[in-house]
């Protein structure tokens, strides 16, 4: 039962083209892990997080316009007065870094995968030019990267920044609170759709596979938060994701074997599956699934 609740949180993203429409508005929500960690959801971006820590907070992709970050800022006042120190993006779409602009980049740090940084000015899905060519971007790109591994340490708390590999785009970044066993995931799962991978920031639907085994297997996580579902997940839900993309992948494989073309295959999943669908052909066809 707990798919179709989150199907109920489905939120369609086109990467690169999420507008901020005032009707939509869902206002920001904390919710708490922990004394020191909260996932917030709602608000215009993607799911964030906040870990107070004893040396200053982290901010885990904050929210991407005025009135979200705003909010998001009250909220964090009524908890605790320590000044903002690190922010932390989980891969370079536009709802996940916009948000480094409301943060002053002489007193934060900006840390994400080494790919992810080069990702800020990749072409956006459509071909445009990232925003983030603009010189008035530049104070807020990541000034720390990491390849596989960076620890933050906090008091008697650590924080560690992973990576597992290709996945939603090359440079995804894995977010864990080993005390709160919660794992921030960025886009690598995003339930009620599967928009898979963007290949124009080198994603692959084969590698996310593996790679969300990979994190699986690493992490004693029990708590899972991802950049849209309205919710904590656990680890069974992310279980399930991981069979669920692998079953689509072996029947798109299957159907390809048997002579259908991509409109033909289309065909059979809905609309919120298409973008996953149309990547695993191509993955397939061109032969970049390196199964
Ligand atoms: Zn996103």
Redesign the pocket.
Known sequence: MKHLKILIYFII?LPGSLTARENDYIPVRFEKISESLYVIFGGHG?NSGLFIGENGLIVIDPKMNQRAINEFFEKTALITKIPFRYIINTHS?P??ILGNRFFPPEYVTYIAHENCRREFTEPNWDGSQSEWKSPEYAPYFPTVTFRDKLDIYSGGKKIELRYFGIGHTSGDAVIYFPDEKTAFL??QLVLGHKPGAHPYKGGNTFENVRTLERMLSALDAEKFVN??VSEVLDRDTVRDYIADMRRIQSNIRAKITMGYTLIEIRNDYSDRMKMFVDNVYREITEKRDHN
């Open positions: 993203i993607a779409d709802d996940h960025g886009d950049g849209h």
